[in-house]
């Protein structure tokens, strides 16, 4: 990632350049000893830089390229606005099902629907800003951060001495190493944000959550996609049953799927890009006009000088870093993509929580303690926490497994919504949930009920007790309360409940 990002230069870029890459910016003069030395300004470097300075520090935040990191600049924020502008070209599409007859034939404005994405990239921008940063008591440096020692960070030939420090440089894409994809020309994510004309025929090289949302997007902005997986389907890491209503959504929105299949080459032909992929022994090649590369994360550990401080790392993985967060400099900690698997936002900001804790407080949190949730939002959004069904066979963890489909929840037949379904599993006779999967509409949003109920250890039958307002599609959640419930009534339970009614009744 870099100021080549922000392209093309127009007045909303100019805006986001302004805040998190000012090009009028000076550092400034460094203190004798910083309480925290932050290198990274994505999310975790910045809740570590934003909440330290709050708790009385002294802080010193060091950013190469673009504070906001991935997530506002090549991540979380631009492709949620495509996957916005997607739906709303889908919900015209389809708005004959619902009785509303729209005029003409619809068509997307692929430059507006970019533009809006940087005006609205730009509006968030102001969060993740210098100047904002400075006005919390940070001192914010731009440079790359190299560390002269164990307790010595170099930036723009300032030297910055620390107690403590956090590497916080994240990760960024990496292509496979497959023949011919680098003479052909690729896009990642942080090329694809700066496209200013739809592809007519996209191929998506990787299915998992990049790949997947942003495949059904480009579909329904009208491109022709063909979408790659290597695994048996989609969103490899997801049980099956919950990738098979995705995957049958991606179809409907007319991409063209093709699991079990490896990328072999890539090449040109006639200005065109050819791409050629090998399906259960047979070879296929297509032709288009661009392709996404979806697959690959490469942590951003070169110079930064680990080995002067004493910080192990691998070039695959990242820092490598203990339970509590700290590397193997005791004055050292890692926290957000760089040292974790789970390459989220709000794991990012979690693991962060977790360094303040222990490098500032002498604490003891681990990371390994946090309830992590992630979702996938395509249309349906596939949310998850905890085991899956697969993960609980694989470490022979005995569940009992609740499901209930949302074509039996009202509001979901009513939103034309109920091709997903709620999902729990509870440790085998009890009702202490270790998972959760959700496949609807809006489950991102519906996960979160899971996640405090795991967090704060509250059993599957407590939905049960729970009043939910009607029709909404988290009713579904309640009705896994009233399965569990159900499991309780014994024969000699329903005997017994028998003969109460009877002496009640006489």
């Known amino acids: 990632m870099s100021l080549a990002t922000l392209s093309p230069p127009d007045v909303h870029n100019k805006r986001l350049e302004d805040n998190v890459r000012p090009p009028e910016w000076v550092n400034p003069t460094p203190i004798d000893r910083y309480n925290m030395v932050v290198i990274g300004g994505g999310t975790a470097g910045l809740v570590t830089a934003a909440a330290s300075a709050g708790l009385g520090a002294k802080v010193a935040l060091i950013e190469r390229s673009l504070l906001g990191g991935d997530c506002l600049n090549v991540g979380c924020v631009p492709s949620k606005a495509l996957i916005s502008a997607g739906r709303a070209a889908a919900a015209v599409r389809d708005a004959g099902d619902f009785g509303v007859r729209a005029a003409g034939d619809p068509r997307v ?112 902005f009208g491109s022709e996609v063909t979408l790659l997986e290597l695994g048996p389907h989609v969103l490899s890491r997801e049980d099956a049953d919950a990738a098979a209503v995705v995957q049958a959504s991606l179809v409907k929105d007319g991409i063209d799927v093709r699991v079990n299949s490896g990328v072999t080459s890539v090449g040109t032909a006639g200005g065109a890009k050819t791409v050629t992929f090998e399906t259960e022994g047979q070879s296929h090649t297509i032709e288009v006009d661009a392709i996404l590369v979806a697959i690959g994360r490469a942590p951003n550990v070169d110079g930064l000088g680990l080995e002067n401080a004493g910080v192990e790392y691998d070039r695959r993985t990242g820092v490598t870093v203990d339970d509590s967060l700290r590397t193997t400099n005791k004055r050292i900690f890692a926290a957000g993509d760089i040292a974790s698997k789970y390459k989220f936002t709000h794991a990012a900001d979690f693991l962060a929580r977790t360094v303040i804790r222990n490098a500032l407080f002498m604490g003891r949190g681990k990371a390994s303690a946090l309830t992590i949730p992630w979702a996938t ?42 091709a997903g379904f709620v999902k729990a599993l509870v440790e085998k006779g009890t009702d202490k949930i270790v998972g959760a999967t959700v496949v609807a509409e809006h489950a991102g949003d519906m996960i979160s009920q899971f996640s405090l109920a795991m967090t704060h250890g509250l059993g599957l039958k407590k939905f049960a007790s729970t009043i939910y307002p009607y029709p909404t599609q988290a009713e579904a959640i309640r009705k896994l309360g009233d399965q569990f419930n159900k499991t309780k009534l014994t024969p000699f339970t329903a005997k017994l409940l028998r003969f109460m009614i009877r002496l009640t009744s006489s």
Do not use: C, W
């Open 109 to 220: 404005d692929f430059a507006g629907v970019m533009e809006r994405m940087r005006r609205l990239r730009a509006d968030i921008s102001p969060n993740d800003s210098a100047r904002r940063f400075r006005d919390l008591g940070v001192d914010v440096f731009v440079g790359d951060g190299t560390f002269v020692d164990g307790q010595t960070v170099e930036v723009g030939g300032q030297r910055l001495n620390f107690a403590k420090a956090t590497i916080a440089t994240g990760a960024r894409a990496a292509a496979p190493p497959i023949p011919g994809l680098e003479e052909a020309g690729y896009l990642t994510n942080e090329t694809l944000f700066s496209l200013t004309e739809l592809p007519r025929r996209l191929a998506v090289i990787g299915a998992g959550p990049i790949g997947a949302e942003m495949a059904q997007s480009f579909a329904r």
């Open 377 to 418: 939002y395509t249309a349906p959004e596939l949310a998850h926490v905890g085991l899956t069904e697969a993960e609980a066979a694989e470490r022979g963890v005995p569940v009992d497994v609740f499901r209930q489909d949302l074509e039996h929840v009202d509001r979901a037949i009513l939103d034309g919504d109920n």
